[in-house]
């Protein structure tokens, strides 16, 4: 399989659940990042990783605990959400942070 | 602070009509600039960059876009459009003293009629 992948591509979840996205990504890119996709806004960057290391959190809640066990493998851990989560998650990757971002397809996540 | 702007929120055209999708940022420095597509379900896809040189750069799927430093303006550009191009674009600036942090358009989505 070639390029970013994500999963799952639905989530539905409950304010009380804990769950789980993965990205993995093909490329032999360094960096990874998480985007949230909300309807007419900017895409929100949330964390970036390069080399495992995380170097920016753009003030993201803690209910969003994010985890990169090596530069191929990105989770992002969701717990006692709110409604407002609800949105696309997208995830991708660079090589180097100065250098053009593939996505993946995202996770279309409800919480409810 | 740095900022993008895609002034059309929704733009229609005619199947085989020209295209010009407008971007303008806010930086302070030479930027790095981006057009991306996105299609219903999916995720961004580039389609063309611009780092230094040619300020005309060529994309794929036919796709230019031309760097204009007066004007703080990276409009996307294609001759003719067809029905597969409906999709959502976005326009991102990023550069070396931003490290890590791209910014993206709140995007123009695009509808193409027969």
């Known amino acids: 399989e070639t390029g970013v992948t994500q999963t799952p591509r639905h989530l539905v979840m409950g304010m009380t659940n804990k769950k789980s996205l993965k990205c993995e990504q093909h490329?032999?890119?360094?960096?990874m990042y998480w985007y949230k996709q909300s309807a007419k806004k900017p895409l929100e960057l949330m964390f970036v990783?390069?080399?495992?290391?995380?170097?920016e959190n753009n003030s993201v809640p803690s209910r969003f605990s994010p985890e990169c066990p090596n530069s191929s493998h990105l989770f992002l851990h969701l717990h006692t959400l709110q409604p407002e989560d609800s949105a696309l998650y997208l995830c991708?990757?660079?090589?180097?942070?100065?250098?053009?971002?593939?996505f993946g397809p995202g996770t279309r996540l409800t919480v409810t | 602070a740095q900022s993008v702007t895609q002034p059309d929120i929704h733009i229609t055209v005619s199947e085989g009509a020209s295209l010009e999708l407008r971007c303008n940022y806010s930086?302070?420095?030479?930027?790095?600039l981006f057009w991306y597509v996105q299609s219903p379900g999916q995720g961004l896809q580039l389609l063309l960059k611009y780092f230094s040189g040619d300020t005309l750069v060529q994309g794929i799927k036919g796709f230019e876009a031309e760097f204009k430093r007066s004007q703080s303006s990276f409009n996307l550009r294609k001759p003719s459009v067809h029905w597969s191009d409906a999709a959502e674009y976005f326009c991102?600036?990023?550069?070396?003293?931003?490290?890590?942090?791209?910014?993206f358009g709140t995007g123009t989505s695009l509808t193409v009629i027969p």
């Open positions: 991102a600036v990023g550069s070396p003293n931003t490290g890590n942090q791209f910014y």
């Open positions: 930086y302070g420095a030479t930027p790095y």
């Open positions: 990783y390069n080399f495992k290391e995380q170097t």
């Open positions: 991708a990757s660079s090589f180097g942070t100065n250098h053009e971002q593939y």
């Open positions: 490329l032999g890119h360094n960096a």
